[in-house]
């Protein structure tokens, strides 16, 4: 029998693979069979005579070979046959025609072939460690999972599972204030999972909005069960987000539930999220009721869509406009991510309506041309217009300093003042 010496290290080595990756006992077997084979072929030329024992258990394995007994000097495949007095050697009763199965001694085809045997050995195994973890993770992408930080670099995080395996957290994918110490457990979502040239990488994320979805399936147990659907999320990470939730249970308060007394219920995402303020409203298939809703705190005074460009107008009263802003411009920018609209809010003025406009180009002599193209390209064609418009819209949107657009709407003002 040849036993494991034969070969030193490489059922050691496949053992304690099997111990860290849950390799299953029959792929192990299967490995190293066709492990063995393969190096058998390339020596005799064909493996299909040979019969080769794994036991993993035992940490051994024995090889025989199979040959037909022929009359001396008729041996025309040696590989295959025996002549009748060598296999009298073996066993005296032997007679032509019938089989020998004789053990055969690994360790002496060379140091070449059990060189062979490892390096084939080393590649079934990375081969088989690679299908493992893409088979382990191809199906959730979207759920979260938690891995320990092992290494930070400066553009992703190396994380790594309960088995080991590695999972890569990009810094493009981390929220702002993410700030993780080794050994520190990190919950993320299953992003993508690339398997270019069979070398599977998964990809983590914390910033997509199917991570705030998957958290507010764990802590909400509504959701969890069907009985309140997320219809739509909007997320600026680390800042603020917005999501619109419905049920179709009348009993059942939508945003109610996703908040919890107190807020109980969303504080554990708040603070997963470091602090991320989160917005639930209650969807509706009414777009203008949507926007509106979006734009809380806020109060609408009317709204005007297009559908087809995906434009929404909105008139409020001038103490509004910056609460549909937002600090930041955050919740106009969440309210167009919601409501998939691009939304551009104006003031309501009593008695501007009456007065008569001015073309922006009439301002050419105090106003510089670039200045007037860059408020133009917004859809403002004229005075009212633009003074109707947010200060902080004018400022983000047409992309000029704070005193550009200071001087813009003094020069405006002082128009229709002097009137």
């Known amino acids: 029998m040849a036993k494991k010496e034969q070969a030193p290290g490489l059922i050691e080595t496949f053992a304690e693979f099997k111990e860290t990756k849950n390799i299953d006992r029959t792929t192990m077997v299967g490995v190293l069979e066709e492990s063995f084979r393969n190096v058998i072929a390339k020596i005799f030329g064909s493996d299909e005579n040979f019969d080769v024992i794994v036991n993993p258990d035992k940490g051994d394995f024995e090889i025989y070979r199979n040959r037909e007994v022929v009359a001396d000097g008729e041996v025309t495949d040696s590989n295959r046959q025996i002549a009748l007095s060598e296999a009298q050697k073996i066993e005296p009763d032997y007679e032509v025609g019938e089989e020998v199965s004789e053990t055969i001694d690994f360790a002496s085809f060379g140091r070449r072939a059990i060189l062979t045997l490892r390096q084939t050995l080393a590649s079934k195994i990375l081969e088989l460690e690679h299908d493992s973890l893409y088979n382990k993770y191809k199906d959730r992408v979207g759920e979260i999972v938690s891995g320990e930080v092992y290494q930070t670099w400066k553009h992703e995080t190396l994380l790594m599972d309960d088995e080991g395996n590695e999972l890569l957290l990009p810094k493009t994918q981390q929220i702002p204030r993410d700030f ?3 050994g ?5 979502v299953v992003d993508r999972v690339d398997n270019t040239n069979g070398n599977p990488k998964i990809y983590l994320s914390r910033t997509s909005n199917e991570f705030l979805r998957r958290l507010l399936e764990a802590e909400i147990p509504e959701i969890n069960d069907g009985l309140i659907t997320v219809r739509a999320i909007a997320r600026i990470p680390g800042e603020r987000a917005k999501i619109a939730v419905e049920s179709y249970d ?8 996703c908040v919890g007394i107190k807020g109980g219920r969303i504080h554990g995402i708040v603070r997963e999220l ?3 303020s989160i917005d639930v409203i209650n969807y509706t298939s009414k777009e203008s009721l949507l926007i509106q809703r979006a734009l809380a705190p806020a109060q609408i005074l009317s709204i005007n869509l297009n559908e087809e460009t995906r ?6 009263r001038p103490d509004q406009v910056s609460l549909a802003i937002g ?4 919740n106009i920018k969440l309210a167009c991510k919601l409501t998939n609209y691009t939304i551009d809010v104006y003031r309501e003025v009593e008695g501007e309506d009456n007065k008569d406009d001015i073309y922006l180009d009439e301002f050419a002599d105090e106003i510089d041309q670039w200045v007037i193209d860059a408020i133009k390209n917004l859809g403002f064609t004229t005075a009212l217009e633009v003074l109707k418009a947010p200060r902080e819209m004018l400022i983000e949107k047409a992309d000029l300093e704070e005193d550009t657009v200071d001087d813009v709407i003094r020069i405006l003002k002082s128009e229709f003042e002097d009137e």
Request: hydrophobic share 35%.
């Open 274 to 276: 470091h602090n991320e």
């Open 250 to 257: 009348e009993r059942i308060d939508p945003v109610g539930a």
């Open 180 to 182: 993780f110490h080794k």
């Open 327 to 330: 600090k930041g411009g955050l």
């Open 184 to 188: 520190e457990t990190v919950r993320a």
């Open 311 to 316: 434009k929404a107008e909105v008139y409020l």
